[in-house]
């Protein structure tokens, strides 16, 4: 006869593996799910026996037809372009304090690794401070040093190379 400390710790592993299904179910990992559900009824199986026939039963998922799942929209043009902008490391922080009159204005500048300047962004009062920023100046310079498309398309040059 098995001891009840026995009994305990293999009810403590049935109650992890049906905390893991109930975990995988609210993520939307239903491959991962059903391996949980797997390894319970073996390890059920293992420690009382055969299981009565609706334990083996196949579950039925309730899935959303493709039909109504969102697609994902289509990244906009300016997306695109922020998305280009390299990303640089934050070296260190700058605050310049401006007089104007009988009131002082303080701004706060980020100095990035390609040594410009950036002005910080409003953050919550306990945010972290940010580690990378992209620099829209790189990115300036990168797009001026690109070459230009060539006005006339490949295909058409081929053509003429072949008459010629």
Do not use: F
């Not at 009810?11 to 949980?36: F, Q, T």
């Amino acid at each position: 006869m098995e001891t009840s400390e026995q009994l305990r710790r293999a009810s403590g592993v049935l109650n992890y593996l049906r905390a893991m299904m109930d975990y995988c179910r609210l993520e939307h990992r239903h491959e991962i799910e059903r391996e949980y559900e797997e390894a319970w009824s073996l390890a059920a199986q293992k420690l009382y026996g055969p299981l009565p026939d609706r334990w083996q039963m196949e579950i039925r998922r309730r899935t959303i037809p493709t039909q109504y799942c969102p697609e994902k929209p289509e990244p906009t043009a300016g997306q695109l372009r922020s998305w280009a902008t390299p990303l640089r490391k934050v070296i260190r922080t700058i605050t310049e304090t401006t007089q104007q009159g009988r009131s002082t204005h303080e701004d706060r500048y980020l100095v990035l690794e390609c040594g410009h300047r950036v002005r910080e962004p409003l953050l919550y009062p306990d945010a972290p401070e940010p580690k990378r920023r992209r620099c829209k100046e790189c990115r300036d310079q990168m797009e001026a040093s690109k070459k230009p498309a060539a006005s006339v398309p490949a295909s058409s040059e081929k053509r003429k190379s072949a008459s010629a």
